[in-house]
């Protein structure tokens, strides 16, 4: 064991190792050792690790070829590295902790501040292009940026190093009056399929599966994702929509790309949406909690764990490196307040049919009504209600989550409240009879 045999053959880089290792534990248990990638993206990345060289801290990651690079700092302490398409052929969680992943120390010592990468993610942004967003531990300089090619394959690094407060709000500000003016720049929702005259008189839902590409959501703890799981069933959801045929149904994403909260709410508004649902499925720390809740839009929460997951919601787009920019609202406009009201008592009302009819085919959570300040709640002319599946921390709730025949089973009982409110709505009142 202590021999220095140089003929040794050289070790595979700790990053490599943790990827195989995933690999085995997955294939143990059945399921695909990596995440599905994107079928059209010319390059893959394959691993990543941190590297601490002195003051300065180094994210690399192994790809199959170079790409073209553009770094810039951004608001709430953030590096944001924008990419044409790679598919990441890694544990989406790798970045969850960067202080927990294999580091290469340097010649030079590492400086008694220590790494400047508190964590990272990344994934697809928009149709044809890719982003990595960095949180910091303290203001940084990108001393570069680039994919290098290399005998044993391409890599890209992102180097830091140290940077007063000052000057990085600087190069946050100078990077946002480049782009303020630029059109377009925000990924949007996903465009929906032509349909015929007839349909057209059906009332449309708008099916909104939370999070997405670069924003992974919650995870549990064998690796499960938040947005595969919700798009899951919100494709389910879609399928039975569409059999039973008494309603159209569009999917604020139709694939695994990110979508702004602001992108999500006007996607509805656009197409004329009679309702919006949003599915989610968090988790907490505590594992013994489980069960369904739905949410309703309200200034005020209903509770403080409402207001935490309003909050936690909230920063959607932060995580993906958007800076959120909410519409501003006619505010003391009375038609406009009327409408919000009136839209926000539809919302209750079919808040209330869902919780009848998903207690029918799946389990709720002990405090199923709640209400707070979701920011993909607000079109003020869209009822609008997020459905939490379950917490990915519970295991009961988990096994379910993962479950086609749950799955199927819930989604079943949404498309009846769904149909329920209508017909609700749609039937005269006892005045109108008369």
């Known amino acids: 064991m202590g021999s220095s045999d140089s003929r040794r053959p050289s070790r595979p880089s700790a990053a490599l190792v943790a990827a195989l290792t995933l690999a085995g534990v997955a294939s143990a248990r059945g399921e695909s050792a990596l995440p599905a990638a994107s079928e059209t993206a010319a390059v893959s990345a394959i691993a990543a690790r941190v590297d601490q060289r002195g003051a300065q ?70 149709t044809g292009r890719s982003r990595v967003v960095i949180d910091l531990v303290r203001p940084a300089r990108i001393v570069r940026a680039e994919s290098v090619e290399r005998p044993e394959g391409a890599r890209l690094e992102i180097d830091l190093v140290p940077e007063d407060q000052n000057a990085f709000d600087q ?4 990077h946002a009056g480049t782009t303020s003016q630029t059109a377009g720049a925000a990924p949007r929702a996903a465009a929906p399929a032509p349909s015929d005259a007839g349909q057209q008189a059906l009332p449309l839902v708008v099916i909104d599966p939370g999070h997405g590409g670069v924003d992974i959501g919650a995870s549990g703890r064998h690796g499960e994702l938040e947005k595969n799981i919700v798009f899951e069933f919100a494709q389910a959801l879609k399928a039975s929509i569409e059999k039973s045929a008494r309603a159209r149904v569009l999917l604020t994403r139709d694939s695994d790309v990110f979508i ?40 005020k929460a209903t509770d403080a764990e409402s207001a935490r997951i309003a909050a936690k919601e909230n920063l959607a787009d932060q995580a993906a490196g958007v800076e959120s920019k909410a519409e501003a609202e006619e505010v003391g406009d009375i038609l406009f307040d009327l409408a919000r009201r009136e839209t926000r008592a539809l919302g209750r009302e079919f808040s209330a049919v869902l919780l ?54 819930a989604a079943e009982g949404v498309r009846e409240a769904i149909e329920a409110y209508f017909v609700a ?10």
């Open 171 to 174: 190069a946050v500000a100078v």
């Open 57 to 126: 801290t180094r994210l690399l990651f192994e790809l199959t070829a170079p790409v073209k690079v553009e770094a810039f700092a951004a608001a709430g302490s953030r590096i944001i590295v924008d990419l044409p398409e790679v598919a990441f052929r890694l544990d989406p969680t790798i970045g969850r902790d960067a202080a927990a992943l294999p580091t290469t120390l340097g010649d030079a010592p590492p400086s008694a501040d220590g790494a400047l990468i508190r964590s990272f993610r990344f994934g697809l942004f928009a």
């Open 260 to 299: 702004p909260l602001d992108g999500r709410v006007r996607f509805a508004r656009e197409h004329g949406a009679s309702l919006f649902l949003s599915i989610h499925a968090d988790t907490l720390g505590a594992g013994n909690v489980q069960g369904a809740t739905v949410y309703t839009v309200a200034a």
């Open 356 to 409: 009848s009819k998903w207690r029918e085919r799946a389990s709720l959570n002990k405090n199923p009504s709640r209400a707070a300040s979701f920011v993909v709640l607000k079109a003020h002319d869209v009822p609008s209600a997020l459905l939490e599946l379950g917490y990915l921390s519970s295991e009961k709730d988990l096994a379910n989550l993962t479950s086609p025949e749950w799955r199927a089973r």
């Open 425 to 434: 709505r749609d039937r005269p009142s006892r005045a109108d009879s008369e």
